[in-house]
Protein backbone atom coordinates (compact mmCIF):
# COMPACT_ATOMS: atom_id res chain seq x y z
CA UNK A 1 0.00 0.00 0.00
CA UNK A 2 2.62 1.96 0.70
CA UNK A 3 4.43 1.58 -2.59
CA UNK A 4 0.66 2.70 -4.74
CA UNK A 5 0.59 5.74 -2.05
CA UNK A 6 4.23 6.82 -3.36
CA UNK A 7 3.39 5.83 -7.18
CA UNK A 8 -0.04 7.96 -6.47
CA UNK A 9 1.51 10.86 -5.04
CA UNK A 10 4.78 10.53 -7.66
CA UNK A 11 1.99 10.66 -10.73
CA UNK A 12 0.17 13.58 -8.90
CA UNK A 13 3.47 15.70 -8.75
CA UNK A 14 4.09 15.07 -12.20
CA UNK A 15 0.55 16.28 -12.95
CA UNK A 16 1.10 19.05 -11.18
CA UNK A 17 4.36 19.95 -12.87
CA UNK A 18 2.92 18.91 -16.66
CA UNK A 19 0.51 21.15 -16.06
CA UNK A 20 2.38 25.00 -15.86
CA UNK A 21 4.09 23.64 -18.79
CA UNK A 22 1.02 22.75 -20.82
CA UNK A 23 -0.45 26.38 -19.69
CA UNK A 24 2.77 27.46 -21.02
CA UNK A 25 2.75 25.92 -24.23
CA UNK A 26 -0.90 26.87 -24.79
CA UNK A 27 0.40 30.52 -24.40
CA UNK A 28 2.40 30.56 -27.64
CA UNK A 29 1.01 31.57 -31.06
CA UNK A 30 3.02 29.07 -33.73
CA UNK A 31 5.09 30.73 -36.73
CA UNK A 32 5.93 28.25 -39.15
CA UNK A 33 9.01 29.73 -41.96
CA UNK A 34 9.15 27.86 -44.84
CA UNK A 35 12.92 29.66 -46.20
CA UNK A 36 15.52 28.49 -48.58
CA UNK A 37 18.94 29.26 -47.21
CA UNK A 38 21.05 26.90 -49.40
CA UNK A 39 20.66 26.90 -53.23
CA UNK A 40 21.17 29.65 -56.26
CA UNK A 41 18.37 31.19 -54.58
CA UNK A 42 19.38 31.84 -51.25
CA UNK A 43 20.94 35.05 -51.53
CA UNK A 44 17.69 36.58 -51.57
CA UNK A 45 15.78 33.97 -49.71
CA UNK A 46 18.38 34.41 -46.83
CA UNK A 47 17.73 38.02 -46.10
CA UNK A 48 14.02 37.54 -46.15
CA UNK A 49 13.98 34.86 -44.10
CA UNK A 50 15.76 37.20 -41.27
CA UNK A 51 13.50 39.81 -41.19
CA UNK A 52 10.36 37.37 -40.44
CA UNK A 53 12.65 35.87 -37.49
CA UNK A 54 14.08 39.26 -36.34
CA UNK A 55 10.46 40.76 -36.27
CA UNK A 56 9.51 37.67 -34.15
CA UNK A 57 12.05 38.40 -31.55
CA UNK A 58 11.49 41.64 -31.58
CA UNK A 59 7.95 41.42 -30.44
CA UNK A 60 8.76 38.81 -27.62
CA UNK A 61 11.06 41.43 -26.45
CA UNK A 62 9.90 44.87 -26.91
CA UNK A 63 5.99 43.89 -26.55
CA UNK A 64 6.12 40.19 -24.83
CA UNK A 65 4.20 38.92 -27.45
CA UNK A 66 0.87 39.69 -28.58
CA UNK A 67 -1.48 40.58 -25.05
CA UNK A 68 0.76 38.36 -23.52
CA UNK A 69 0.64 35.47 -25.97
CA UNK A 70 4.63 34.92 -26.90
CA UNK A 71 5.56 33.62 -30.48
CA UNK A 72 7.23 30.74 -31.78
CA UNK A 73 8.36 29.67 -34.84
CA UNK A 74 10.14 26.96 -36.55
CA UNK A 75 12.16 27.05 -39.90
CA UNK A 76 11.78 24.56 -42.56
CA UNK A 77 14.41 24.54 -45.50
CA UNK A 78 12.82 24.33 -49.02
CA UNK A 79 15.62 25.19 -51.34
CA UNK A 80 12.84 27.01 -53.26
CA UNK A 81 12.13 23.16 -54.60
CA UNK A 82 7.88 22.67 -54.28
CA UNK A 83 8.26 18.89 -53.07
CA UNK A 84 10.47 19.91 -50.76
CA UNK A 85 7.88 23.29 -49.62
CA UNK A 86 4.84 20.61 -49.22
CA UNK A 87 6.87 18.08 -47.02
CA UNK A 88 7.59 21.22 -44.52
CA UNK A 89 3.66 22.03 -44.95
CA UNK A 90 2.69 18.90 -43.76
CA UNK A 91 5.45 18.21 -41.04
CA UNK A 92 4.72 21.68 -39.77
CA UNK A 93 1.06 22.36 -40.13
CA UNK A 94 0.23 19.83 -36.83
CA UNK A 95 2.39 21.60 -34.73
CA UNK A 96 -0.36 24.79 -34.17
CA UNK A 97 0.73 27.15 -37.11
CA UNK A 98 -2.20 29.37 -37.89
CA UNK A 99 -0.68 30.38 -41.15
CA UNK A 100 1.78 29.92 -43.78
CA UNK A 101 3.85 32.03 -46.33
CA UNK A 102 5.14 29.84 -48.38
CA UNK A 103 7.98 31.95 -50.28
CA UNK A 104 7.40 30.36 -53.30
CA UNK A 105 4.86 30.96 -56.14
CA UNK A 106 5.01 27.08 -57.21
CA UNK A 107 4.41 26.22 -53.55
CA UNK A 108 1.75 28.48 -53.22
CA UNK A 109 -0.13 26.83 -56.32
CA UNK A 110 0.79 23.33 -54.32
CA UNK A 111 -0.94 24.26 -51.38
CA UNK A 112 -3.70 26.46 -52.44
CA UNK A 113 -5.75 22.87 -52.91
CA UNK A 114 -4.88 21.41 -49.47
CA UNK A 115 -5.14 24.70 -47.07
CA UNK A 116 -9.36 24.68 -47.42
CA UNK A 117 -9.42 21.17 -45.91
CA UNK A 118 -6.82 22.33 -43.23
CA UNK A 119 -8.36 25.80 -42.36
CA UNK A 120 -4.88 27.26 -42.51
CA UNK A 121 -4.65 30.72 -44.30
CA UNK A 122 -1.64 31.51 -47.03
CA UNK A 123 0.04 34.98 -47.24
CA UNK A 124 1.77 35.38 -50.29
CA UNK A 125 2.93 39.46 -50.12
CA UNK A 126 3.35 40.69 -53.61
CA UNK A 127 3.60 36.62 -54.70
CA UNK A 128 1.34 33.72 -55.59
CA UNK A 129 -1.04 33.53 -57.61
CA UNK A 130 -2.47 36.62 -58.46
CA UNK A 131 -6.53 35.67 -58.95
CA UNK A 132 -6.02 34.50 -55.51
CA UNK A 133 -7.13 38.24 -54.63
CA UNK A 134 -10.61 37.35 -54.70
CA UNK A 135 -11.66 36.31 -51.65
CA UNK A 136 -14.96 34.66 -52.57
CA UNK A 137 -13.36 31.88 -54.40
CA UNK A 138 -9.96 31.70 -52.70
CA UNK A 139 -11.09 32.17 -49.12
CA UNK A 140 -7.79 30.80 -47.82
CA UNK A 141 -4.91 32.79 -50.69
CA UNK A 142 -4.08 36.53 -48.92
CA UNK A 143 -1.59 37.32 -51.80
CA UNK A 144 -1.52 40.88 -49.49
CA UNK A 145 -0.11 44.47 -51.19
CA UNK A 146 0.01 43.33 -54.86
CA UNK A 147 0.40 40.54 -57.29
CA UNK A 148 1.87 39.95 -60.29
CA UNK A 149 -0.89 41.26 -62.13
CA UNK A 150 -0.49 44.56 -60.02
CA UNK A 151 3.14 44.69 -60.95
CA UNK A 152 3.14 44.06 -64.71
CA UNK A 153 0.28 46.70 -64.74
CA UNK A 154 2.68 49.47 -62.62
CA UNK A 155 5.43 48.97 -65.16
CA UNK A 156 3.29 49.35 -68.10
CA UNK A 157 2.12 52.49 -66.65
CA UNK A 158 5.77 54.01 -65.30
CA UNK A 159 7.07 53.18 -69.12
CA UNK A 160 3.93 55.05 -70.40
CA UNK A 161 4.43 57.76 -68.73
CA UNK A 162 8.16 58.13 -69.75
CA UNK A 163 6.75 58.02 -73.33
CA UNK A 164 4.61 60.41 -72.41
CA UNK A 165 1.30 58.64 -71.98
CA UNK A 166 -0.04 54.99 -72.94
CA UNK A 167 -1.03 55.82 -76.31
CA UNK A 168 2.37 56.57 -77.42
CA UNK A 169 3.36 53.08 -76.46
CA UNK A 170 1.79 51.88 -79.81
CA UNK A 171 4.21 50.03 -82.54
CA UNK A 172 6.87 49.99 -79.39
CA UNK A 173 8.25 46.65 -78.63
CA UNK A 174 8.33 45.39 -75.18
CA UNK A 175 10.61 41.95 -74.20
CA UNK A 176 9.65 39.68 -70.80
CA UNK A 177 12.59 37.77 -69.87
CA UNK A 178 11.12 35.78 -67.39
CA UNK A 179 12.13 32.75 -65.25
CA UNK A 180 10.60 29.84 -66.71
CA UNK A 181 8.23 28.70 -64.23
CA UNK A 182 4.73 29.63 -62.48
CA UNK A 183 6.46 32.40 -60.95
CA UNK A 184 7.84 34.12 -64.48
CA UNK A 185 4.60 33.01 -66.27
CA UNK A 186 1.94 34.54 -63.62
CA UNK A 187 2.32 38.11 -65.44
CA UNK A 188 1.43 37.15 -69.08
CA UNK A 189 -2.51 37.89 -69.07
CA UNK A 190 -2.05 41.35 -67.85
CA UNK A 191 0.62 42.58 -69.93
CA UNK A 192 -1.14 40.18 -73.36
CA UNK A 193 -4.29 42.46 -72.05
CA UNK A 194 -2.33 45.61 -72.34
CA UNK A 195 -0.33 44.82 -75.83
CA UNK A 196 -3.95 44.64 -76.95
CA UNK A 197 -5.25 47.79 -75.59
CA UNK A 198 -2.01 50.00 -76.30
CA UNK A 199 -0.59 48.63 -79.43
CA UNK A 200 2.66 47.18 -78.30
CA UNK A 201 4.63 43.96 -78.91
CA UNK A 202 5.57 41.88 -76.21
CA UNK A 203 7.91 39.87 -76.63
CA UNK A 204 8.39 36.21 -74.81
CA UNK A 205 12.09 35.44 -73.46
CA UNK A 206 11.70 31.75 -71.24
CA UNK A 207 14.47 31.91 -68.93
CA UNK A 208 15.47 27.78 -67.75
CA UNK A 209 15.46 27.97 -64.14
CA UNK A 210 17.94 28.92 -61.90
CA UNK A 211 19.13 31.20 -64.27
CA UNK A 212 22.88 31.20 -64.58
CA UNK A 213 22.78 30.21 -67.79
CA UNK A 214 20.69 33.40 -70.42
CA UNK A 215 23.38 33.38 -73.22
CA UNK A 216 20.31 32.64 -75.65
CA UNK A 217 18.10 34.52 -74.08
CA UNK A 218 20.08 38.00 -74.44
CA UNK A 219 21.20 36.63 -78.09
CA UNK A 220 17.02 36.73 -78.65
CA UNK A 221 17.01 40.32 -77.04
CA UNK A 222 19.74 41.60 -79.04
CA UNK A 223 17.98 40.26 -82.19
CA UNK A 224 14.40 41.93 -81.31
CA UNK A 225 15.56 45.20 -80.07
CA UNK A 226 12.97 45.68 -77.74
CA UNK A 227 12.46 49.31 -76.34
CA UNK A 228 12.27 48.02 -72.97
CA UNK A 229 12.91 44.69 -71.44
CA UNK A 230 10.46 43.80 -68.45
CA UNK A 231 13.11 41.26 -65.89
CA UNK A 232 10.79 38.23 -64.29
CA UNK A 233 13.65 36.98 -62.85
CA UNK A 234 14.80 35.82 -58.72
CA UNK A 235 17.93 34.70 -57.17
CA UNK A 236 21.39 34.09 -59.02
CA UNK A 237 19.38 34.93 -62.46
CA UNK A 238 18.83 38.79 -61.78
CA UNK A 239 22.61 39.36 -61.35
CA UNK A 240 23.29 37.28 -64.52
CA UNK A 241 20.76 39.04 -66.33
CA UNK A 242 22.40 42.51 -65.41
CA UNK A 243 25.57 40.95 -66.54
CA UNK A 244 24.63 39.04 -70.09
CA UNK A 245 22.59 42.91 -70.68
CA UNK A 246 25.57 44.40 -69.58
CA UNK A 247 27.69 42.30 -72.05
CA UNK A 248 25.25 42.41 -75.18
CA UNK A 249 25.25 46.59 -74.75
CA UNK A 250 21.36 46.68 -73.54
CA UNK A 251 20.76 49.60 -71.97
CA UNK A 252 20.02 49.47 -68.49
CA UNK A 253 18.57 52.20 -68.16
CA UNK A 254 15.73 50.69 -70.23
CA UNK A 255 15.33 47.45 -67.87
CA UNK A 256 12.56 46.87 -65.33
CA UNK A 257 12.49 44.23 -63.09
CA UNK A 258 9.62 42.71 -60.70
CA UNK A 259 9.70 44.08 -57.01
CA UNK A 260 11.54 40.44 -56.79
CA UNK A 261 13.99 41.73 -59.14
CA UNK A 262 15.13 45.22 -57.40
CA UNK A 263 17.41 44.38 -54.35
CA UNK A 264 20.65 44.42 -53.11
CA UNK A 265 22.24 40.45 -53.95
CA UNK A 266 20.66 41.20 -57.64
CA UNK A 267 23.06 44.18 -58.12
CA UNK A 268 26.01 44.48 -55.61
CA UNK A 269 28.39 41.76 -57.78
CA UNK A 270 27.12 43.71 -60.98
CA UNK A 271 27.78 47.17 -59.38
CA UNK A 272 28.71 49.67 -61.61
CA UNK A 273 27.55 47.64 -64.49
CA UNK A 274 23.51 48.09 -63.19
CA UNK A 275 23.99 51.51 -63.00
CA UNK A 276 20.80 53.17 -64.23
CA UNK A 277 18.67 49.35 -63.90
CA UNK A 278 14.98 49.95 -62.45
CA UNK A 279 13.00 47.91 -60.66
CA UNK A 280 9.30 48.26 -58.49
CA UNK A 281 9.39 48.43 -54.49
CA UNK A 282 6.65 47.61 -52.18
CA UNK A 283 8.28 48.79 -49.69
CA UNK A 284 11.14 51.10 -48.03
CA UNK A 285 14.65 50.40 -47.35
CA UNK A 286 17.01 51.60 -44.85
CA UNK A 287 17.92 51.45 -40.84
CA UNK A 288 16.07 54.88 -40.39
CA UNK A 289 12.74 53.93 -39.87
CA UNK A 290 11.64 53.11 -36.06
CA UNK A 291 11.36 49.52 -36.45
CA UNK A 292 14.21 48.77 -37.80
CA UNK A 293 15.80 50.70 -34.98
CA UNK A 294 13.82 49.28 -32.57
CA UNK A 295 15.43 45.94 -34.11
CA UNK A 296 18.56 46.68 -33.59
CA UNK A 297 18.70 47.98 -30.10
CA UNK A 298 16.09 45.33 -28.72
CA UNK A 299 17.15 42.18 -30.84
CA UNK A 300 20.52 42.54 -32.27
CA UNK A 301 22.61 44.58 -29.68
CA UNK A 302 21.63 41.76 -27.04
CA UNK A 303 23.39 39.69 -29.41
CA UNK A 304 20.18 37.83 -30.42
CA UNK A 305 19.72 38.90 -34.49
CA UNK A 306 19.41 36.60 -37.16
CA UNK A 307 21.97 37.11 -39.92
CA UNK A 308 24.56 40.24 -40.24
CA UNK A 309 24.03 43.94 -38.57
CA UNK A 310 24.47 45.80 -41.58
CA UNK A 311 21.95 43.73 -43.51
CA UNK A 312 18.91 45.14 -41.17
CA UNK A 313 16.91 47.36 -43.19
CA UNK A 314 18.06 45.92 -46.74
CA UNK A 315 15.51 45.60 -49.27
CA UNK A 316 14.36 42.10 -48.91
CA UNK A 317 14.95 41.76 -44.77
CA UNK A 318 12.85 44.60 -44.61
CA UNK A 319 10.40 42.83 -47.04
CA UNK A 320 10.29 39.60 -44.33
CA UNK A 321 9.71 41.81 -41.58
CA UNK A 322 6.79 43.76 -42.82
CA UNK A 323 5.50 40.07 -44.06
CA UNK A 324 5.61 38.89 -40.43
CA UNK A 325 4.09 42.19 -38.87
CA UNK A 326 1.09 41.47 -41.07
CA UNK A 327 0.60 37.96 -39.87
CA UNK A 328 1.39 39.35 -36.61
CA UNK A 329 -0.91 41.94 -37.00
CA UNK A 330 -3.83 39.62 -38.17
CA UNK A 331 -3.44 37.73 -34.70
CA UNK A 332 -3.66 40.84 -33.03
CA UNK A 333 -6.81 41.76 -35.39
CA UNK A 334 -8.59 38.36 -34.40
CA UNK A 335 -7.64 38.44 -30.47
CA UNK A 336 -9.65 41.49 -30.52
CA UNK A 337 -13.27 39.67 -31.69
CA UNK A 338 -12.02 36.24 -30.32
CA UNK A 339 -10.25 36.85 -26.72
CA UNK A 340 -7.08 38.99 -26.13
CA UNK A 341 -4.63 36.70 -24.64
CA UNK A 342 -5.94 33.58 -26.67
CA UNK A 343 -4.01 31.73 -29.14
CA UNK A 344 -5.67 32.10 -32.64
CA UNK A 345 -7.05 29.09 -35.19
CA UNK A 346 -6.09 29.68 -38.82
CA UNK A 347 -9.62 30.00 -39.33
CA UNK A 348 -9.60 32.71 -36.36
CA UNK A 349 -5.99 34.31 -38.26
CA UNK A 350 -8.03 33.97 -41.31
CA UNK A 351 -10.83 36.70 -39.75
CA UNK A 352 -7.50 38.64 -39.08
CA UNK A 353 -6.57 38.57 -42.29
CA UNK A 354 -9.69 39.99 -43.39
CA UNK A 355 -10.08 42.51 -41.01
CA UNK A 356 -6.74 44.40 -41.06
CA UNK A 357 -7.35 48.06 -41.30
CA UNK A 358 -3.92 49.21 -40.76
CA UNK A 359 -3.87 53.38 -41.52
CA UNK A 360 -0.86 55.45 -40.80
CA UNK A 361 -1.83 56.15 -36.78
CA UNK A 362 -1.63 52.11 -36.76
CA UNK A 363 1.61 52.35 -38.92
CA UNK A 364 3.32 54.82 -36.76
CA UNK A 365 2.64 52.78 -33.27
CA UNK A 366 4.38 49.79 -34.92
CA UNK A 367 7.03 51.84 -35.92
CA UNK A 368 6.39 51.29 -39.77
CA UNK A 369 5.90 54.43 -40.85
CA UNK A 370 7.01 55.32 -44.46
CA UNK A 371 8.00 51.32 -44.35
CA UNK A 372 4.26 50.57 -46.22
CA UNK A 373 1.64 52.25 -47.21
CA UNK A 374 -1.93 52.36 -45.14
CA UNK A 375 -3.89 48.60 -46.35
CA UNK A 376 -7.03 47.87 -45.38
CA UNK A 377 -8.87 44.25 -46.71
CA UNK A 378 -12.01 42.31 -46.78
CA UNK A 379 -13.81 39.19 -47.44
CA UNK A 380 -13.66 39.86 -50.79
CA UNK A 381 -10.62 42.07 -50.94
CA UNK A 382 -7.20 39.68 -49.95
CA UNK A 383 -4.98 41.90 -51.75
CA UNK A 384 -5.85 45.49 -49.58
CA UNK A 385 -3.37 47.54 -51.68
CA UNK A 386 -1.81 47.58 -55.13
CA UNK A 387 0.28 50.36 -54.57
CA UNK A 388 4.09 50.42 -56.01
CA UNK A 389 6.57 52.64 -56.74
CA UNK A 390 9.95 52.29 -58.88
CA UNK A 391 13.41 52.52 -57.60
CA UNK A 392 16.87 52.78 -59.33
CA UNK A 393 20.27 51.73 -59.14
CA UNK A 394 22.76 54.62 -58.69
CA UNK A 395 25.84 52.09 -58.90
CA UNK A 396 25.87 52.03 -55.08
CA UNK A 397 22.50 52.06 -53.85
CA UNK A 398 18.96 52.19 -54.39
CA UNK A 399 16.74 55.43 -54.67
CA UNK A 400 13.38 55.83 -55.40
CA UNK A 401 12.90 57.21 -59.05
CA UNK A 402 9.10 57.72 -59.19
CA UNK A 403 5.55 58.46 -56.78
CA UNK A 404 3.31 55.93 -56.03
CA UNK A 405 1.44 54.15 -58.94
CA UNK A 406 -2.21 52.23 -58.16
CA UNK A 407 -2.40 49.37 -60.61
CA UNK A 408 -5.16 49.80 -62.98
CA UNK A 409 -8.58 48.49 -61.06
CA UNK A 410 -10.51 48.71 -64.85
CA UNK A 411 -8.47 46.12 -65.69
CA UNK A 412 -7.63 44.12 -63.62
CA UNK A 413 -10.33 43.37 -61.30
CA UNK A 414 -12.73 42.26 -64.32
CA UNK A 415 -9.24 39.69 -65.10
CA UNK A 416 -9.31 38.78 -61.58
CA UNK A 417 -13.03 37.74 -61.50
CA UNK A 418 -12.84 35.50 -64.51
CA UNK A 419 -9.96 33.62 -63.01
CA UNK A 420 -11.62 33.32 -60.16
CA UNK A 421 -14.50 31.79 -61.72
CA UNK A 422 -13.03 29.63 -64.01
CA UNK A 423 -11.56 28.46 -60.83
CA UNK A 424 -14.39 27.77 -59.03
CA UNK A 425 -15.80 25.91 -62.00
CA UNK A 426 -13.23 23.73 -62.55
CA UNK A 427 -12.50 23.40 -58.87
CA UNK A 428 -16.72 22.62 -58.30
CA UNK A 429 -16.18 25.43 -55.82
CA UNK A 430 -19.29 27.69 -54.91
CA UNK A 431 -18.99 31.67 -53.93
CA UNK A 432 -18.89 32.63 -49.99
CA UNK A 433 -22.04 33.83 -48.77
CA UNK A 434 -22.63 37.13 -47.30
CA UNK A 435 -23.29 35.37 -43.89
CA UNK A 436 -19.81 33.09 -44.26
CA UNK A 437 -18.19 36.55 -44.44
CA UNK A 438 -19.64 37.60 -41.55
CA UNK A 439 -18.48 34.14 -39.50
Not at 20 to 40: D, I, N
Not at 137 to 147: D, E, K, Q, R, T
Not at 373 to 392: E, K, L
Request: glycine fraction near 10%; proline fraction near 5%.
Amino acid sequence: MKTASLIACTALAALQLAAPAAQAQAKEQFFPLLVYRTGPYSPNGTPWANGKQDYIKLINARDGGVNGVKLTYEECETGYATDKGVECYERLKGKGASLFDPQATGITFALTDKVPADKIPLVTLGYGLSASADGGVFAWNFPLMGSYWTAADILIQHIGKKEGGLDKLKGKKIALVYHDSPFGKEPIPLLDERSKTHGFELVKIPVTAPGVEQKSAWLQVRQARPDYVLLWGWGVMNSTALKEAQATGYPREKMYGVWWSGAEPDVKDVGEGAKGYNALNLNTSGQSPKVIQDILKLVHEKGQGTGPKDEVGSVLYTRGLVIQALGVEAVRRAQERFGKGKVMTGEQVRWGLENLALDDKKLAALGLTGVIRPISTSCTDHQGSTWARVHTWDGAKWSFSSDWYEADGQIIKPMIKAAADKYAGEKKLTRRTPQDCQS
